[in-house]
């Protein structure tokens, strides 16, 4: 089982990629509509609000099966070898973070602002498993649990550009702009404490996935970890004291789910982190009991390559935008926009199916060669 790929996991990534192309069609072709971190329900349309909470899930999800994937790396190879690879892959998504990926989003060259979103933070999250894969499962279990459920006691330490901690503060819980010199700025969009937990965790519990799926309990055992999750989410929010933002009543019952759901994603919080992992793990058991294996296929193909459908997708969104804007220019404000949420979900519904074949070739193409060193890097 470990020297193949899991079809469930396959899946749940692919839908993940799914989702996320959604959030990316909506912040190219809908920006006059902005949304903030958490979202705020007083000022953003319902339709709008669960459009992005929906791709909440994406992040967490897809950094926990990255630690798991490195669990199942390292179970053919040896733990320095692992620790090699991961160093070397999490060096390989920095650099693409600030060449490749970087230039998809702003089309600018040079770039007069780095944004140091999500393949950066997996990156910097692999360097640093890379290190604590050394330390036994307890102590991972309790490193990733301290930095998930513990981080946000350190949410009023709050450090300004003339403190010598700064920009390593800012890297790892505080999303700020960090000045390189020369007009050029940073960003750092994805605090990466917390995500450092996440695939921890993720890796920690390689060996309790194994033994489920080897005793055939895999479903139960998600379901019933999702199940728990989720309850603890709830239970926490509902005491509205920590992890989070307060949520409050509102006069209507939608506006109040809305407050009682909107969740900090920068860094992500650990009612965010709970919610989102919980619904991973629930969504992973009706993988694994799916029983339309053509559609898991289907989508498993986008989990399968997700770092060339990742790539291919960015530049597709920028080069039809900027088709398009020179064609028609702006019809809102400063941006060219879609007109509603439903045209919204078309184009990237749309979009994902001639998206799917070069992802499937490139699957393929990887599987056949396996000599090539290098593609182990995609």
């Known amino acids: 089982m470990t020297g193949r790929r899991v079809a469930s996991i396959d899946a749940l990534r692919g839908l993940v990629m799914l989702l996320m192309l959604v959030d990316h069609v909506r912040e190219t072709v809908y920006l006059h509509a902005q949304v903030g971190d958490p979202v705020d329900v007083m000022t953003t349309p319902p339709g709008l609000f669960f459009t992005r909470s929906l791709s909440h899930i994406c992040a967490p999800v897809f950094i926990a ?15 320095r070898e692992t620790s090699t690879f991961l ?52 102590w991972q279990l309790a490193v990733g649990l301290l930095l998930v459920a513990g981080h946000n006691l350190l949410d009023g330490v709050v450090l300004t550009g003339e403190s010598p901690f700064f920009v390593p503060w800012a ?7 960090i000045e390189l010199g020369a007009g050029v700025t940073a960003r750092t969009s994805y605090p990466v404490l917390p995500w450092i937990g996440v695939i921890v965790l993720g890796y920690a519990t390689g060996p309790w996935f194994a033994r489920i799926r080897a005793e055939g309990t895999t479903i139960r055992r998600l379901l019933t ?12 929010r509902w005491l509205n004291v920590y992890g989070d933002a307060p949520w409050f009543v509102a006069p209507d019952a ?38 339309d294996r053509r559609t898991t296929a289907a989508i498993a193909i986008f989990g399968a390559a997700p770092m060339f459908f990742y790539g291919v997708h960015l530049y597709v969104l920028k080069a039809g935008y900027l088709v398009a804007y020179a064609l028609y220019g702006p019809n809102q404000g400063e941006y060219l926009s879609v007109p509603n949420l439903g045209v919204l979900w078309l184009l990237a519904a749309a979009l994902a199916v001639p998206l799917y074949y070069p992802t499937r070739g490139f699957a393929r193409w990887k599987r056949r060669r396996r000599d090539l060193v290098w593609l182990r890097y995609f």
């Open 254 to 291: 939608l506006t109040t789910v809305m407050s009682f759901l909107s969740l900090t994603k920068y860094p992500p919080s650990l009612l965010f982190l709970l919610a989102t992992l919980g619904a991973g793990a629930v969504l992973l058991a009706l993988f694994e009991a799916a029983e």
């Open 87 to 138: 160093l070397e892959r999490g060096a390989f998504l920095v650099l693409l973070e600030l060449t490749v990926v970087g230039f998809a989003w702003t089309a600018e060259f040079p770039p007069s602002r780095f944004f140091l979103q999500v393949i950066w933070c997996i990156g910097i999250c692999m360097i640093a498993l890379a290190g604590l894969l050394h330390l036994s499962r307890p």
């Open 65 to 79: 099966l990255t630690g798991l994937g490195a669990w199942f790396h390292g179970a053919t190879h040896t733990r």
């Open 225 to 236: 970890l999702g199940a728990a999750l989720l309850a603890g989410f709830v239970a926490i």
């Open 171 to 177: 890297i790892l819980h505080q999303r700020d702009i």
